[in-house]
């Protein structure tokens, strides 16, 4: 997925995206609101993780103000606020769950699984490819020898496309899952993965459409 954080403390921000990063999540780290604009302005987020109180302004008032625009990216508020109040604030203005600090990194992630279990268009948790099982939320793959693994990046590749079944997924939208801003992109990485997943799910699972991406045979 990709993940948007909005934080200003470094210690907690660096040790959110390096957490997230490691389950094979891209993710952009703002540090104010008016950079988190700025990201959100030219791309297509998949879940942000917004703090209540940043250096130029409130996250409850940025939440209502997304949401407001008819941006509907679900959104985990993490903050050091832990009233009863503040609770109930920040989900009237739209956060689909709330996370106190400190918090266990074990629990944010699952936390995000279950958030993009609401959001994602999968219709069973449980999905066959052929003779293999998978089940996305608990990135569990088994096949008929027993279970397959997978690096967080093949993850992040096969999530991408069984967020879109039967449709063609553009290389630059797999790009993106994969990589945040500033980081460096071979101009091979989507191919390389693509290979490694076709050798692992079956060669004719993830379909190359030539000069407009892949799709994901579900049949």
Known sequence: MRVLLIEDDPTIGSAVRDHAASQGHAVDWAT?????????DVV???????????PDGSGVSYL???????????????????QISDR???????????????FNLGELTARI???ARRYGQRVSPIL??????????????????GAIDLSSREWAVLDCLLRHPGTIVSKSRIEDALYAFGSEVQSNTVEVYVSRLRKKLGSRRVITVRGLGYRMDLA
Do not use: C
């Open 44 to 54: 297509d987020f998949e879940l942000i993780l917004l703090d209540l109180q940043l």
């Open 113 to 115: 699984h279950a958030v």
């Open 128 to 145: 066959r490819l052929g003779d293999v099982e998978v089940e996305p939320a608990e990135r569990r793959l088994t096949g008929p020898d």
């Open 64 to 82: 209502k103000n997304l949401r407001g625009r008819g941006n509907m990216t679900p959104v985990i508020v993490l903050t050091a606020r832990d």
């Open 88 to 102: 109930i604030e920040g989900l009237n203005a739209g956060a689909d769950d709330y996370l106190v600090k400190p």
């Open 32 to 40: 104010t609101l008016a950079e988190a604009g700025a990201f959100v």
